[in-house]
Nanobody
């Protein structure tokens, strides 16, 4: 069974970059047809899909965040990474990595999730 684990700093200053890594075990991030997403949930708000990197390395981002988002991968470590730049306190959220068997932007289509990591952006 695949397992996902997020890691990264829990506190970031405004204007800096959030950098999070998801380490995957029990399955390869290059296996067709899986899509590896970052999803977040701000306090009192719904889950928000940020973007994904596909099994073949293709990426797709939420249009409203696209200019600030980059998702990359290290296949040798079976990890994928989120970088979200120019952050503000509005980017404070619990950040999750997750897997879907289709190219979906809906959090509900993701069947496997990490436990989540809190990231707070200070002003």
């Amino acid at each position: 069974q695949v397992q996902l684990q997020e890691s990264g700093p829990g506190l970031v200053k405004s204007s800096q970059t959030i950098s999070l890594t998801c380490t995957v075990s029990g399955g390869s991030i290059t296996t067709n047809p899986y899509y590896w997403s970052w999803i977040r949930q701000a306090p009192g708000k719904e889950l928000e899909w940020i973007g994904y990197i596909a099994y073949n390395g293709n990426t797709y981002y939420r249009p409203s965040l696209k200019s600030r988002t980059s998702i990359s991968r290290d296949t040798s470590k079976n990890q994928f990474t989120l970088q979200l730049s120019s952050v503000t306190p509005e980017d404070t959220a619990v950040y999750y990595c997750a897997r879907s068997g289709e190219p979906s932007v809906s959090p509900s289509d993701h069947g496997d999730w990490g436990q989540g990591t809190q990231v707070t952006v200070s002003s």
